[in-house]
T-cell receptor
């Protein structure tokens, strides 16, 4: 069963706590992405990675960190510096190349603050 | 259309009608566009894409139209079904590795 797996589905964060969201893909895609979605809003790019051991900031990277040690994994850490972390987080991946920019998404993780 | 605050523009149709969802994109350099469908609590699902050297592309029950002159994209859904109820997003890119997403339109289909 190929695809993108995000876990957990629901996550709760306490004040001052760092939490890590998991994203794994078995599509052999080179590029991976993290987005944040707030109610009634579109997707905003947090970080992306086009190759292992390399990643770039998106539009709203402050308060977040990522790593890309393996091609199939791109975890996102929501740090205590992110003061408004409550949102729906989406991970995506795509194959390389200029054309065929279709990004395929996981089912998402909903993060709430306790 | 674009949303205001927390409120998405909403299109309400009857089952069996044709639906047209519009999107105004912002970057005149964008040369590749995608439509996604997102059901409540799920990740976006790819519907159809189009390159800037095309004006129209058809899929199964869906058609995307591109008007580069006015930077407008539309998604037409034929014979809309209750299962088509979702939020629809357009996304654009000037050929870079990232996509810019619109804020979405909610489609409500009543039986």
């Amino acid at each position: 069963d190929g695809g993108i797996t995000q876990s957990p589905k629901y996550l709760f964060r306490k004040e001052g706590q760092n939490v890590t969201l998991s994203c794994e893909q078995n599509l052999n895609h080179d590029a991976m992405y993290w987005y944040r979605q707030d109610p009634g809003q579109g997707l905003r790019l947090i970080y992306y990675s086009q190759i292992v051991n390399d990643f770039q900031k998106g539009d709203i990277a402050e308060g977040y960190s990522v790593s890309r040690e393996k091609k199939e994994s791109f975890p996102l850490t929501v740090t205590s510096a992110q003061k408004n972390p409550t949102a729906f987080y989406l991970c995506a991946s795509r194959t390389s190349g200029r054309w065929g920019n279709i990004q395929y998404f996981g089912a998402g993780t909903r993060l709430s603050v306790l | 259309g674009e949303s205001v605050g927390l409120h998405l523009p909403t299109l309400s149709v009857q089952e069996g009608d044709n639906s047209i969802i519009n999107c105004a994109y912002s970057n005149s350099a964008s040369d590749y566009f995608i439509w996604y469908k997102q059901e409540s609590g799920k990740g976006p699902q790819f519907i159809i894409d189009i390159r800037s050297n095309m004006d129209k592309r058809q899929g199964q029950r869906v058609t995307v139209l591109l008007n580069k002159t006015v930077k407008h994209l539309s998604l037409q859904i034929a014979a809309t079904q209750p299962g088509d109820s979702a939020v629809y997003f357009c996304a654009e890119t000037p050929g870079y590795s990232t996509l810019t997403f619109g804020k979405g339109t909610m489609l409500l289909v009543s039986p």
